[in-house]
Nanobody, 119 residues
Framework: QVQLVESGGGLVQAGGSLRLSCTAS????????MGWYRQAPGKQRELVAV???????NYADSVKGRFTISRDNAKNTVYLQMNSLRTEDTAVYYC?????????????WGQGTLVTVSS
């Protein structure tokens, strides 16, 4: 079955860095966009970064200049390099993949990986 597997979360001090990875296994539809969302306790899930099949990227204002999204199409993997981390970045980060199959649009979510930034 199609699934997204995330890794790379953990505990890091403010100012430090982490790199998240998400790999889509046995995907049977054409992938268009890949991205990262996050959800902090008591808050709405929000878009962090997204990258299209053509390599175009968009970032939330709060992470611009600090986070970088990239993808490896051969590996069906999307990455999120997070630098200069702040305590406000603490959240569960979810991988998201969107695409199209023969009969419509498709969307997958990863299981979530916890990023905790300490002061």
């Amino acid at each position: 079955q199609v699934q997204l597997v995330e890794s790379g979360g953990g505990l890091v001090q403010a100012g430090g860095s982490l790199r998240l990875s998400c790999t889509a296994s046995r995907v049977i539809f054409s992938i268009n966009t890949m991205g990262w969302y996050r959800q902090a306790p008591g808050k709405q899930r929000e878009l962090v970064a997204v990258i299209t099949s053509g390599g175009s990227t968009n970032y939330a204002d709060s992470v611009k200049g600090r986070f970088t999204i990239s993808r490896d199409n051969a590996k069906n993997t999307v990455y999120l390099q997070m630098n200069s981390l702040r305590t406000e970045d603490t959240a569960v980060y979810y991988c998201n993949v969107q695409g199209r199959s023969y009969d419509g649009n498709r969307e997958l979510w990863g299981q979530g990986t916890l990023v905790t930034v300490s002061s």
